[in-house]
């Protein structure tokens, strides 16, 4: 997976990259990541799996860690797994409309 790999370099690489560098790059793919998902058509989230979206948040909070603190980063993956949630719920298709009720 793409954003894995390139989180799991940034990691690797913190302690060697200028601190606003990083901060920037991460609040970036914050915002590229969770603007993707939510910017998702109906058809496209219909192929969109829990699992995928759940692993991508999870890699996102981890990153966010390091940048923010741990209850920053929490409400702020919190705030996305509600709007994917709503977004899902407002789904025509019953398994995301499912889907989205379990996000809650």
């Given at each position: 997976d793409y954003v894995s790999a390139m989180?799991?370099?940034f990691i690797q690489l913190r302690d060697y990259i200028i601190e606003s560098v990083l901060n920037q790059f991460i609040e970036d793919l914050r915002q590229s990541c969770l603007s993707l998902i939510l910017s998702l058509t109906d058809d496209e989230?219909?192929?969109?799996?829990?699992?995928?979206?759940?692993?991508?948040?999870?890699?996102?909070?981890?990153?966010l860690t390091i940048s923010h603190s741990s209850l920053e980063a929490t409400r702020v993956?919190?705030?996305?797994?509600?709007?994917?949630?709503?977004?899902?719920?407002?789904?025509?298709?019953l398994d995301k409309r499912i889907n989205g009720l379990t996000y809650i």
């Open positions: 989180v799991d370099i989230l219909r192929y969109a799996r829990k699992e995928d979206i759940e692993s991508l948040t999870k890699q996102i909070e981890h990153v993956i919190e705030q996305f797994a509600l709007d994917v949630a709503l977004k899902c719920f407002r789904s025509p298709y």
